[in-house]
C-alpha cells in the first residue's frame, strides 16, 4: 500500500527541505577559511533525494543550482553500492560538472535509521588549485593548465579522512590551509543538512517525505507545462559575440534559436562558434544548468527550483561547440559566454512574452584580481567580480550596481574586509553615470571601483562585453561597455580589459568602470520627472539628459520645460 502526503504535509517539507538549504549555507559561508566565500558568497549548497533530483538549493551563485545535481549521479555511477553514511565524495572535472577547477563540488550520501533518503551537496570557489598562475589563470590554452582535475574522489570514509587524499590536496595548492579549511566548511555544511532532514524525517518518517516530494516535483512539472503552454508558438533567434578568448583577438560568436511548440520550449544552439584556444570553453552540463537559470527569470521565477523544473525544455549543442567542452579543451573563464547566452534566450522570450520584455545586462564577472606570491611578505590573494548595469524592463527601470545574472547573490568584497585583509586601498566605489541605456524604461548603471596598491604585487583583469555591450529592445539605447585605466607610478597609463597576470609597483592605481544595462522604450517617452530624479540621484549627467533624453536641466536642477524636448 503506498503512502500519500496530504497537502499541508507537502508545503511544510517543501518550506523545510529549503530551510534546510539555507541553515547549510549558513554553516558553509560563517565556517569558510577564504574571503570569496565568507565575504564573496561564492559558493552554492543543495539538498536532493536519493536519486539526485533537487529538493533544496540555498541563496547563492545560482548557475551552480542546476548543475550539482549531476555530481551525484557522477559519484553514485562511480561508486555504485560502496557508498556508505558518513563518506564525503569531491570533485571538480571541467568535462563533469562544467565549471572550473576552482569550483570543488563536495557531495555526502544521507542515511535515515539506514536508509539512504538522500543526498547533500556544497559547491565553492577555492583559491588556488595548482594552476600555471597563483589564483586564477587568464592565458590557460588548455585543461592541464588549469590546476588539479578530479573525478568523483571520496575523501571522508565513514566519518574517517582519507589521509592520503588529505595529504595530496595540501600539496597541490599555494594555499593549503584555506583549502583544507574550506572544504572543511562544506563538509560542516552537508553534516548540517543530515542532522536537519533528520529532525523532519524523525517526525514524519521516510514514506511520507517521499511522497511529499513527489507532490512537489509534481506541481513543478504542471506550472511550467502551463507557462510555455501559454505563450504563442514560435521560433526566435539572436546572436552577439564576446571580444576574445583572453589568447586571441578574434571576435567569438554565440548564436541561440528558441522555438515554443505547444508545452515544449527548444533552445538550440547550433551557430555558436567551436571550441576556441583560450579558457572561455564551457561544459555542456553547465551550459544547460545556465538555460535553465534564464528559463527560470522568465517562467515561474517566483517558486523555487525542484527535481521537477525544467521538464518542458530541452537543450541542443552541437558536439563541436565552445559550449560543449571535451578534453583538453581550456575552461577557466567558462561563465564568459554564459552571460551573453542568458541575454540572448531573455532576449528571445521577450519576444514571445513582450509583457515581461526586459533588455539585456552588462553581462559578465568583470573580475578584477590582485595578489602576492611572495612568502616572506605573505601570500595573500583578492579576487571579486564587480557589479554593473541591468536592462530595462517592460514596466520598470533596470537595477543599477547589481552583480550579473550568472552569479546572483556573489557580491564584491566590502571596502572595508578590503582593505584591512589587503595591501590594497580601495579609493572609490560609485555610480557610472550616464552607463545605462536610455529608454522609456532607462538600463541600470554600472560601476567605478579604483584601487591603489599599497604594496607591489600581481594583478589580473577579466572584463568582457566591450564589443556586444548590453543591447536596449524596444527602442532603448544600448549600455555603455566596460572600461579600464591603470595608472602606473611614472604616470603612464594602459587600458587592458583582460591582463594575465603581472607584477606591478606600489602606487600603481586601477580604475574599473562596468557596464549599464540596455534601455526598453523609447527615451522621449520617458517622463521630465523621471529624467530629473535620474539626473540628481547621478544616474544621469545633465549633458546626458539633453543629449539622450531631450532634457534641459537648469542650474538649480529644474527641468526647463521650455526649452526641452516634448514627451512622445
Request: aromatic share 8%; with cysteine.
Amino acid at each position: 500500500m503506498s503512502t500519500t502526503a496530504d497537502p499541508i504535509t507537502t508545503e511544510v517539507v517543501r518550506n523545510f527541505v529549503l530551510s534546510c538549504a539555507e541553515d547549510m549555507n549558513a554553516s558553509l559561508w560563517r565556517s569558510a577559511h577564504s574571503a570569496v566565500i565568507y565575504e564573496g558568497k561564492d559558493s552554492a549548497v543543495a539538498l536532493m533525494d536519493e536519486h539526485g533530483n533537487m529538493l533544496g538549493q540555498s541563496t547563492g551563485v545560482p548557475l551552480f543550482i542546476g548543475a550539482i545535481d549531476v555530481c551525484v549521479h557522477h559519484v553514485k555511477d562511480y561508486y555504485g553500492d560502496d557508498i556508505a553514511e558518513g563518506d564525503i565524495f569531491i570533485m571538480n572535472d571541467s568535462y563533469m560538472q562544467g565549471t572550473h577547477l576552482h569550483d570543488v563540488t563536495a557531495i555526502g550520501p544521507i542515511f535515515h535509521q539506514g536508509e539512504l533518503v538522500g543526498f547533500g551537496a556544497a559547491r565553492a570557489h577555492w583559491g588556488d588549485i595548482g594552476a600555471i598562475d597563483p589564483g586564477s589563470t587568464m592565458g590557460s590554452t588548455n585543461i592541464y593548465q588549469e590546476g588539479l582535475r578530479l573525478g568523483p574522489t571520496r575523501i571522508i570514509r565513514q566519518g574517517k579522512q582519507v589521509r592520503e587524499w588529505y595529504d595530496h590536496l595540501r600539496l597541490n595548492t599555494r594555499l593549503p590551509d584555506a583549502t583544507i579549511g574550506d572544504l572543511g566548511s562544506q563538509v560542516a555544511a552537508i553534516r548540517t543538512g543530515e542532522r536537519r532532514l533528520a529532525q523532519l524525517l524523525d517526525r514524519i518518517g521516510s514514506q511520507t517525505y517521499r511522497a511529499a516530494c513527489q507532490n512537489i516535483f509534481e506541481q513543478a512539472r504542471r506550472m511550467d507545462r502551463e507557462a510555455i503552454a501559454a505563450i504563442a508558438d514560435g521560433t526566435w533567434s539572436r546572436e552577439g559575440y564576446l571580444d576574445n578568448d583572453g589568447v586571441g583577438d578574434e571576435p567569438i560568436k554565440v548564436a541561440l534559436s528558441l522555438t515554443v511548440s505547444g508545452e515544449n520550449l527548444v533552445v538550440d544552439l547550433t551557430g555558436s562558434s567551436g571550441p576556441v584556444p583560450g579558457s572561455v570553453n564551457c561544459g555542456a552540463k553547465q551550459t544547460e544548468s545556465l538555460l535553465r537559470l534564464a528559463y527560470k527569470t522568465m517562467i515561474n521565477p517566483d517558486r523555487a527550483i525542484t527535481g521537477g523544473s525544467f521538464e518542458t525544455m530541452s537543450v541542443k549543442i552541437p558536439d563541436f561547440c565552445m559550449f560543449n567542452a571535451q578534453e583538453p579543451a581550456a575552461c577557466e573563464w567558462y561563465f564568459t559566454g554564459l552571460g551573453l547566452l542568458a541575454d540572448l534566450f531573455i532576449s528571445c522570450m521577450s519576444e514571445a512574452m513582450p509583457q515581461r520584455s526586459t533588455a539585456a545586462h552588462y553581462g559578465d564577472s568583470m573580475v578584477a584580481g590582485f595578489f602576492s606570491v611572495d612568502p616572506k611578505r605573505g601570500q595573500w590573494f583578492a579576487l571579486e567580480p564587480t557589479a554593473g548595469g541591468w536592462g530595462g524592463r517592460a514596466d520598470s527601470d533596470g537595477t543599477s550596481a547589481l552583480i550579473n545574472l550568472v552569479n546572483g547573490g556573489f557580491r564584491n568584497i566590502p571596502a572595508e574586509v578590503y582593505e584591512t585583509k589587503f595591501p590594497v586601498r580601495l579609493e572609490e566605489f560609485s555610480i557610472r553615470a550616464d552607463s545605462g541605456g536610455a529608454g522609456r524604461h532607462r538600463g541600470g548603471c554600472g560601476v567605478v571601483r579604483r584601487y591603489k596598491m599599497l604594496e607591489g604585487c600581481y594583478s589580473a583583469l577579466w572584463f568582457e562585453r566591450s564589443k556586444t555591450p548590453a543591447w536596449g529592445l524596444n527602442g532603448g539605447g544600448d549600455g555603455a561597455g566596460p572600461y579600464i585605466e591603470i595608472t602606473l607610478p611614472d604616470g603612464s597609463t594602459e587600458h587592458p580589459l583582460k591582463m594575465r597576470a603581472r607584477a606591478f609597483e606600489a602606487g600603481t592605481v586601477f580604475q574599473t568602470m562596468t557596464g549599464g544595462g540596455g534601455g526598453n522604450g523609447n527615451a522621449k517617452s520617458r517622463p521630465f520627472d523621471e529624467v530629473l530624479s535620474d539626473v540628481r540621484q547621478g544616474y544621469v549627467s545633465r549633458q546626458g539628459a539633453w543629449d539622450v533624453y531631450g532634457v534641459r536641466i537648469d542650474d538649480d536642477m529644474h527641468v526647463d520645460t521650455g526649452a526641452s524636448e516634448p514627451r512622445v
